[in-house]
Nanobody
Framework: VQLQASGGGLVQPGESLKLSCAGS????????IGWFRQAPGKEREWVSC????????SYAESAKGRFAISRDNAENTVTLQMNSLKPEDTALYYC?????????????????WGQGTLVTVSS
């Protein structure tokens, strides 16, 4: 199981970015997917997750109202649309997966991790 996160970059406060998580060598549709981030000097924190079917999504308080997670199982990708970015959103963003048999997703207990993609929000 390999995950590839992409889409990071340098943006100004208030701008948007879309991160993508692609599965390699397996299909994502049996997995719940989560996004996490780790800012310099801080612990990794959960940002958002989506259930295997896409019917459930969940967000950390810091992401609610600004970020939107979605998935396209046909394309084997999960995206995280991030709007109204703030300097405190600066971090290395990771996608992660766990094999799921339910219609929910969770904030911990992920088994597979991709490499990070760096998001920098600065004026």
């Amino acid at each position: 199981v390999q995950l590839q996160a992409s889409g990071g970059g340098l943006v100004q406060p208030g701008e948007s970015l879309k991160l993508s998580c692609a599965g390699s060598g397996f299909t994502l549709d049996n997995y719940a997917i989560g996004w996490f981030r780790q800012a310099p000097g801080k612990e990794r924190e959960w940002v958002s997750c989506i259930s295997r079917s896409g019917t459930m999504t969940s967000y950390a308080e810091s992401a609610k109202g600004r970020f939107a997670i979605s998935r396209d199982n046909a394309e084997n990708t999960v995206t995280l649309q991030m709007n109204s970015l703030k300097p405190e959103d600066t971090a290395l963003y990771y996608c992660a997966a766990y094999l799921s048999t339910t219609y929910v997703c969770r904030a911990s207990g992920y088994d597979y991790w991709g490499q990070g993609t760096l998001v920098t929000v600065s004026s």
